[in-house]
Each structure stands twice: as structure tokens, then as C-alpha cells.
């Protein structure tokens, strides 16, 4: 008789194969000029825009089950808190439950705060800001025990935004 993984722990593990993949993928740079920035992507990940209302844009994208997404509302900046209030709408998790990574200006924007906000399983990383052209909103949606394992790649990813 042969001895075979339980069909839970195979799932697990081709899940986790998955979203690591993401972590040792060659990256290419993606321009948006229309929405005004640009950031690494996993090579032959696919971006697709569509319009969220409001103002606000998005380009986003899949790699592995790691989902990527770039939302920019061109014109009238912004305060924080109205992009954070916004940001909150889309992702579906209260501010409060978000861990405050960093903050500062650099890389085009000229003030930005970088978060980590865990739902279950999902964890989602990422940063929002006004840049030259407008407000931001870049982040990632990958498992906890992913972003654990590969936050250098993930880290790697964020520190490649620029907004011009």
C-alpha cells in the first residue's frame, strides 16, 4: 500500500509552490504613464485597467495567486485620510487593524505611508500617497505565510514604486 499525502496537505503545498513563485520570478519594470507610475511586476504578468468611479483608476494583476494592484486618482490632492478612507473601501479592512509600516516622501511621492493589513490567510502590503500628478493607492495581496517567507521579493517589489 502505498502512502500518499492527504489531499489537504497536497493542496496546501501546491498552493504554497504557487505564491512562492512570485518570490523567485525574474522582475520587469511596468510603466503606467497614464495613471503616473511604475513598479516591478513578475515577467508575463498580465495588467488590466478598469475605471473604480470617483476618479480613481486601477491597473491590477495576477501572478501565482499573488495579486498586484496600482489605483491613481490624477488632479486635487488629496489628504491622507481621505486616500486611507478610500483605500479601507477597496481593500475591506479597517484602518485600525492595518500595522503602519513606514511613512516619509521619496521615490516621486511627496508624502506616502507604507502598511501591512492581515484578513485570515490573506495578507495585504503596500503603500498610498500624492505624488506631482495625484493620489495612490499600490499594493499587494498574497498569504501571511508567503509574505513571512519571502518579504526581502516583497520589500523588493514596494521599493521599486516610483510616481512621477
Known amino acids: 500500500m502505498r502512502n500518499l499525502l492527504p489531499a489537504s496537505k497536497l493542496a496546501a503545498a501546491a498552493l504554497l509552490c504557487a505564491a512562492s513563485q512570485l518570490a523567485t520570478a525574474d522582475w520587469t519594470k511596468y510603466d503606467a504613464p497614464t495613471y503616473g507610475y511604475s513598479m516591478l511586476v513578475p515577467e508575463g504578468t498580465k495588467m488590466t485597467s478598469r475605471e473604480l468611479g470617483g476618479g480613481w483608476g486601477q491597473l491590477w494583476g495576477n501572478s501565482d495567486g499573488v495579486k498586484l494592484y496600482g489605483l491613481a486618482k490624477l488632479g486635487a490632492k488629496e489628504?491622507?485620510?481621505?486616500?486611507?478612507?478610500?483605500?479601507?473601501?477597496?481593500?475591506?479592512?479597517?484602518?485600525?487593524?492595518?500595522?503602519?509600516?513606514?511613512?516619509?516622501?521619496?521615490?516621486?511621492?511627496?508624502?506616502?505611508?507604507?502598511?501591512?493589513?492581515?484578513?485570515?490567510?490573506?495578507?495585504?502590503?503596500?503603500?498610498?500617497?500624492?505624488?506631482?500628478?495625484?493620489?495612490?493607492?499600490?499594493?499587494?495581496?498574497?498569504?501571511?505565510?508567503?509574505?513571512?517567507?519571502?518579504?526581502?521579493?516583497?520589500?523588493?517589489?514596494?521599493?521599486?514604486?516610483?510616481?512621477?
Open 79 to 164: 489628504s491622507d485620510a481621505d486616500i486611507e478612507k478610500y483605500a479601507v473601501k477597496v481593500i475591506g479592512i479597517p484602518a485600525s487593524k492595518w500595522k503602519m509600516v513606514d511613512s516619509g516622501s521619496g521615490r516621486g511621492f511627496e508624502r506616502y505611508r507604507t502598511f501591512e493589513a492581515v484578513s485570515g490567510d490573506k495578507l495585504y502590503f503596500g503603500g498610498y500617497g500624492v505624488g506631482r500628478q495625484g493620489n495612490y493607492l499600490l499594493y499587494l495581496e498574497t498569504t501571511v505565510e508567503d509574505y513571512d517567507h519571502h518579504k526581502a521579493d516583497y520589500r523588493k517589489w514596494y521599493d521599486s514604486i516610483r510616481v512621477y
